[in-house]
T-cell receptor
Framework: SQTIHQWPATLVQPVGSPLSLECTVE??????LYWYRQAAGRGLQLLFY??????ISSEVPQNLSASRPQDRQFILSSKKLLLSDSGFYLC?????????????FGNGTRLTVT | GESVGLHLPTLSVQEGDNSIINCAYS??????FIWYKQESGKGPQFIID?????DKRQGQRVTVLLNKTVKHLSLQIAATQPGDSAVYFC?????????????FGKGTLLTVNP
């Protein structure tokens, strides 16, 4: 069966520090990968998605970047964190096919920028 | 722009009762819908999905109904249990293209009273 891992589960970082959140998927090949942010009382906002190694699409302008160095690894980064980067970050994967399939989420990283 | 919303932000039911969580969508071209359950501190968990060529789909204790005429989606949970307490999200995919462009509702908090 497929599994998705995100770490760390929680993170407290000072303003201006760098960020690296990692996500890996097991049990599937060539998945679509996604980074979402969830703000309290709001829906999920798509930040980045990837259909293959080195292929990253950004949905919103922001202080963050994403990379996909391996087929099942997705990394969310920042060079200098802002207070507004605080939030709950979720990685997800889906089957890459011609049809539709649901997204499957990890358990998220709670980021607090102080 | 297009949006997915929920009629009720909170729902409180007695254990053993049936629960109905509603969702309205505005994009008449949406062709795929998903329900997720999110427990506190965790990522959204896939429950059930439905394509626009169907109006009903059943899973274990859950049923999703789709009314394309009024652009309404509902999730029915039979014999609700305390473990069903969570936030429930609906998500839609606009017609055409890949499934990365999901739009999520803000969620309904379901509380099951023992």
């Amino acid at each position: 069966s497929q599994t998705i891992h995100q770490w760390p589960a929680t993170l407290v970082q000072p303003v201006g520090s760098p960020l690296s959140l990692e996500c890996t998927v097991e049990g599937t090949s060539n998945p679509n990968l996604y980074w979402y942010r969830q703000a309290a009382g709001r829906g999920l906002q798509l930040l980045f998605y990837s259909v293959g190694i080195g292929q990253i699409s950004s949905e919103v302008p922001q202080n963050l970047s994403a990379s996909r160095p391996q087929d099942r690894q997705f990394i969310l980064s920042s060079k200098k964190l802002l207070l507004s980067d605080s939030g709950f970050y979720l990685c997800a994967w889906s089957v890459q096919s011609g049809g539709v399939s649901p997204l499957h989420f990890g358990n998220g990283t709670r980021l607090t920028v102080t | 722009g297009e949006s997915v919303g929920l009629h009720l932000p909170t729902l409180s039911v007695q254990e053993g009762d049936n629960s109905i969580i509603n969702c309205a969508y505005s994009n008449s071209a949406s062709d795929y819908f998903i329900w997720y359950k999110q427990e506190s501190g965790k990522g959204p968990q896939f429950i059930i999905d439905i394509r626009s060529n169907m109006d009903k789909r059943q899973g274990q204790r859950v049923t999703v109904l789709l009314n394309k005429t009024v652009k309404h989606l509902s999730l029915q949970i039979a014999a609700t249990q305390p473990g069903d307490s969570a936030v429930y999200f609906c998500a839609e995919k606009g017609g055409g293209g890949s499934n990365y462009k999901l739009t999520f509702g803000k969620g309904t908090l379901l509380t099951v009273n023992p």
